[in-house]
C-alpha cells in the first residue's frame, strides 16, 4: 500500500544542537522524496528533495539522505536556530501524487 | 513573483451552507491539488487535477466539489453534505510533467459557526 511514517511525531532541541528526522516508505513509492516546513498558519514550504540516483543531499544548514535498502530517508538540521522552528513534513511519490508523513513538530529552544 | 493564491485567509460557513474557496496560480503549472489538515494532523487529499477540464477523486473527497475551466484556476466547493467542514485547507500546484515538489497557498482556515 501506499504510507509514509514519520518518526518522531515531536522533538525539541536546545539552539546549535543537530535535529533528525525520519522517514519510511512503502514499496511502491516512486524515486523522489521531498521534505517540507509548515510555519503556523502558512502553508508547508519546500526545503529540500532527493532523488534516488544519489544517497545525500546537502543545502547549508539541512541535508537528507536516502536508503532505499532500508525504504527510508532522513532530514538532518545542523546547528538549529529559534526560527528552525516548526512543523516538517516528509513524502513519497505514488503514481500520480504524493503521500505526506503525519510530521514532526520540531521545537528549537534557546 | 510568480506563486499561488488562496482566498479568503479566514472563512465562516452557517451549517447547511456550500461555501466556495479559491486557488488561483500564475505559475503556468498543469497540476493542481486541494489538501484538508485538521490540527496536529497530516495532509490528506480531497482532490486534484491533472489537466483542464479534468480532475479525480483523493482520499477524503466525499461532501467536496471542484472545477477545473481554466489552467490557472482550481476553486473547491465545500458542500452542506461534509459534515465536518471546519478545518485549514491548502492548495498546491505542480508543473505534472516532471515529478517535482508542490508549491502550496498560504491556506484557508474554514470554520463552522
Known amino acids: 500500500g501506499e504510507n509514509v511514517e514519520q518518526h518522531p511525531s515531536t522533538l525539541s532541541v536546545q539552539e546549535g544542537d543537530s535535529a533528525v528526522i525520519k522517514c519510511t516508505y512503502s514499496?511502491?513509492?516512486?524515486?523522489?522524496f521531498p521534505w517540507y516546513k509548515q510555519e503556523l498558519g502558512k502553508g508547508p514550504q519546500l526545503i529540500i528533495d532527493i532523488r534516488s540516483n544519489v544517497g545525500e543531499k546537502k543545502d547549508q544548514r539541512i541535508a537528507v539522505t536516502l536508503n532505499k535498502t532500508a525504504k527510508h530517508f532522513s532530514l538532518h538540521i545542523t546547528e538549529t536556530q529559534p526560527e528552525d522552528s516548526a512543523v516538517y513534513f516528509c513524502a513519497g511519490h505514488y503514481g500520480q501524487n504524493f503521500v505526506f508523513g503525519p510530521g514532526t513538530r520540531l521545537s528549537v529552544l534557546p | 513573483d510568480g506563486g499561488i493564491t488562496q482566498s479568503p485567509k479566514y472563512l465562516f460557513r452557517k451549517e447547511g451552507q456550500n461555501v466556495t474557496l479559491s486557488c488561483e496560480q500564475n505559475?503556468?503549472?498543469?497540476?493542481m491539488y486541494w489538501y484538508r489538515q485538521d490540527p496536529g494532523q497530516g495532509l490528506r487529499l480531497i482532490y486534484y487535477?491533472?489537466?483542464?477540464?479534468?480532475?479525480q477523486k483523493g482520499d477524503i473527497a466525499e461532501g467536496y466539489s471542484v472545477s477545473r475551466e481554466k489552467k490557472e484556476s482550481f476553486p473547491l466547493t465545500v458542500t452542506s453534505a461534509q459534515k465536518n467542514p471546519t478545518a485549514f485547507y491548502l492548495c498546491?500546484?505542480?508543473?505534472?510533467?516532471?515529478?517535482?515538489?508542490?508549491?502550496f497557498g498560504s491556506g484557508t482556515r474554514l470554520t463552522v459557526v
Open positions: 505559475l503556468n503549472h498543469d497540476a
Open positions: 498546491a500546484s505542480s508543473p505534472g510533467q516532471v515529478v517535482y515538489g508542490y508549491t
Open positions: 487535477s491533472q489537466i483542464v477540464n479534468d480532475f
Open positions: 514499496d511502491s513509492a516512486s524515486n523522489y
